[in-house]
């Protein structure tokens, strides 16, 4: 590393130990809380740095072509319409112009992804003002809140170079917009913009999902629905056929979806031979249930995948818990952001389980609708404890 990189990677870890304070909302239990979360998120990064430098991965390929290529080159790979050119240009100055190693690239992008947590984190608190409800809200007698945020998965895959941190980091910033529409329009764009150029199918679920939300929402009056309502028709007419063109899915016949999901089910299985899957055979509530909850115990073939099973199974546990309280009932409850939360993570269930045949892929890619499934499971729990004290206790939040 030259004296360069030292001087930006101190630069990074300050910023991020610091961003906590950009926040009024945290108190001084939050802010420790935060604390410790640095902490680890920033262990686990140097981890991905360490895992990914020594055994290969898509994370070295997008921070040294930029470094050895010329712009002509990055250009190319966007006009043939691949996404990863567009992480070759985000990463093209730090790597080819001012030469940064692979491991400063790696904090550069963790920072990103724990400016994530920080959100998602203030979504929480914003939305349940009254956090102590949810002390025997546990799991393995841990609470729940806030240390599901601790989940290393979540962590892993929103810590290093790649498509999966500026996702993570689209995805909570977002929902983190939607609560000030108004306040802060520029993160909506943001967040839309670039999730478009890398994943568009994602920023289509998210239009659809918040939208729906919206529509749905009864604190909202008529004409404010039906203005809401036509900004996301739009938003979802203007990208529609882009994202039938990304996926390469030729329209939406059931005969045509059905040989999309197929054939990339098939490609993903053979793209890693040790965790592939055939699930062309599984009854579709089983392909559903192994994107969610595999691997699991009887998957194991070493260390990584014992600890994604015990993963797994804190993630079952914690959905059996919101099945068993009445979700419906507090879905209709729910302000909008939190009918759009698990809208969308119903959406993505739905629809990846048709399409992944690789227990690796899977854990990725899950990690882009698992926090927002959380935010509804905290309503869940918070609805029927709060309902316990005062039963017309409604969503604590409204539109601003």
């Given amino acids: 590393m030259t004296l360069l990189d030292i001087s930006i990677c101190i630069i990074i870890f300050l910023i991020g130990f610091n961003l906590k304070n950009a926040f009024p909302l945290f108190n001084k239990q939050d802010r420790k809380f935060i604390n410790k979360l640095f902490f680890f998120h920033f262990s686990v990064a140097i981890t991905f740095n360490y895992l990914v430098a020594n ?8 921070w040294n072509f930029p470094k050895v290529s010329e712009m002509s080159a990055v250009m190319d790979v966007i006009e043939r319409g691949s996404a990863s050119g567009v992480v070759y240009l985000i990463n093209y100055f730090p790597s080819h112009v001012l030469e940064l190693s692979f491991f400063t690239g790696n904090m550069a992008y963790a920072l990103l ?4 947590f920080i959100y998602l984190y203030h979504v929480t608190k914003t939305t349940f003002p009254e956090t102590n409800y949810f002390a025997d809200f546990k ?19 929103s810590s290093g170079i790649g498509k999966d941190t500026l996702l993570f980091f689209c995805i909570a910033l977002f929902v983190f917009s939607l609560q000030h529409l108004k306040k802060r329009f520029f993160g909506i764009l943001v967040s839309v913009l670039l999730s478009l150029v890398i994943r568009p199918h994602i920023t289509l679920f998210l239009i659809v999902s918040f939208g729906i939300g919206y529509t749905f929402d009864g604190r909202l009056k008529s004409y404010q629905k039906a203005i809401i309502f036509l900004m996301f028709a739009v938003m979802f007419g203007s990208i529609f056929n882009y994202v039938l063109d990304f996926v390469q899915l030729e329209s939406l016949e059931s005969q045509s979806i059905a040989d999309y999901t197929s ?3 098939a490609k993903l299985n053979q793209a890693d031979s040790s965790s592939g899957l055939d699930i062309s055979g599984y009854p579709y509530p089983i392909k559903v249930f192994t994107f969610l909850y595999r691997p699991f115990f009887f998957d ?3 260390v990584l995948a014992i600890l994604a099973s015990i993963e797994n199974l804190v993630l079952l546990i914690f959905t059996v818990k919101v099945f068993r309280n009445k979700p419906i009932k507090s879905f209709k409850r729910a302000n909008f952001l939190l009918k759009g939360a698990v809208i969308y993570f ?8 048709l399409i992944l045949g690789n227990l690796g892929i899977m854990l990725r890619q ?3 609708f698992y926090p927002l499934f959380f935010l509804f499971g905290f309503w869940v729990y918070y609805r029927n404890f709060a309902s316990s004290l005062t039963p017309s206790h409604e969503s604590p939040t409204s539109h601003k």
């Fill in 300 to 302: 194991v073939n070493g």
């Fill in 346 to 353: 119903i959406l993505g269930a739905l629809s990846f389980s």
């Fill in 139 to 157: 799991i393995f007698g841990i609470p729940i809140f806030p240390w599901i945020w601790f989940l290393p998965n979540l962590h892993f895959w």
């Fill in 55 to 62: 055994g290969g991965g898509d994370a070295i390929v997008y």
């Fill in 366 to 368: 899950k990690n882009m």
């Fill in 113 to 116: 992804g724990f400016l994530g």
């Fill in 263 to 265: 054939n990339k089910a």
